[in-house]
């Protein structure tokens, strides 16, 4: 198997294997669980490998829905909000699982056994079973011309992360709270912190904080 | 320190707090350096922690640049391509300090002992000490109304990745790679899998792959 390949090589991949391919060359993924609610009150709940930071002040957060994607995005145009759950070992197969093409009368909570839970700003569910978690109201969406997915972004409404998960800086320790990060379309890790670094100023190499 | 935390909490947070907050709120993320060149020939190049899946036929990945960011998106706008070189832990300093204002006639290739490498299909270079990396044209931008911050959509043009870090079916092995992931804005991880699972269907629990 070669280790170089072409737009070409890409294009003529067969589509699993391409899948497979892409999806596993960005690197590690910030994956979490994407919970909403239909005007209908249905709720739902999705498992998202594309949270990315956008801003702090004000404090946004970007995701990516595919075209033909499930309800996730339906029902945050309706509703104006979702959740974001972070994700940790023990309950990494039911978070995978919410992958599952459901019929549309069917909660993801109800189908994998994840608690919904609710708090008075959103209507929007939380997943009970995760230790850090957030709530956002919708701020704008964008849609790419070339392949017609979505970059919804939210602003942080409120916050739910246990004390022992706060640095003295106000960094939250991701690996206190056991939070994961996914690769590909299937693989799911654990991390180990190496370091964190200074702040990095022209000739003066990063050092490692104590 | 209270672990509840709403938007009138983090805007009154001090800035460094929040920004370090907010930063890490999002989880683990998928930290690459991003290779480019101006219309001048100068090289540039710079970490970010926004390396993004957005879709596999075509092979598109997108990358968030801040407004009042470095020249990293000027040039891509200027000469329509840039790479992505993922970073293990024995370039991590090299990589973080890429983050430094250095004067603009500095490249950060010449600041950080990183190696440019040229390849036929993109003028942007690569970074030679990285184990994967690839290249990518510009297909589209999005600037978010909220806060100034650009989406930069690339094509992938070519992919380097060794054939020992490539699996059976198309998915190419981060950990082989030694590929790392970011959390916050210092904070570096290695990786540990805990498993891949299968294709999850309803009413059928998602297995770990063999």
């Known amino acids: 198997m070669s280790g170089y390949f072409t737009n ?14 892409i999806n596993s ?5 910030s994956v979490s669980l994407i919970g909403t609610v239909a005007a209908s009150g249905q709720s739902n709940l999705s498992i998202f490998s594309s949270v990315t930071h956008l801003g702090s ?14 309800h996730s995005l339906q029902n945050i145009l309706e509703t ?22 459901y019929a549309p009368e069917v909660s993801e909570f109800d189908a994998t056994g994840l608690t919904p839970e609710y708090h008075a700003l959103l209507p929007a569910p939380y997943v009970s079973e995760s230790v850090i978690k957030y ?21 942080v409404v409120e916050v739910f992360v246990p004390p022992a998960c706060l640095l003295a800086d106000g960094t939250i320790d991701l690996e206190a709270a056991a939070t994961i990060t996914s690769a590909g379309l299937d693989s799911y890790h654990t991390t180990s912190r190496i370091t964190r670094l ?3 100023k022209p000739n003066q190499l990063p050092q490692d904080m104590p």
């Open 80 to 101: 104006g909000c979702f959740t974001i759950n972070h994700i940790h070992p023990a309950v990494v197969k039911q978070a995978h699982q919410t992958s599952a093409r």
């Open 57 to 70: 002040n004000p404090a946004l957060i970007g995701i990516v829905s595919r075209p033909g994607g499930r």
């Open 135 to 155: 709530g956002l109201s919708l701020v704008e969406s964008h849609e790419l011309k070339i392949n017609g997915t979505t970059l919804v972004i939210g602003k």
């Open 198 to 200: 200074t702040y990095a």
């Open 25 to 29: 060359l960005s690197g590690f993924k």
């Open 8 to 21: 070409d090589d890409i294009v003529a991949m067969e589509k699993r294997r391409r899948t497979a391919f």
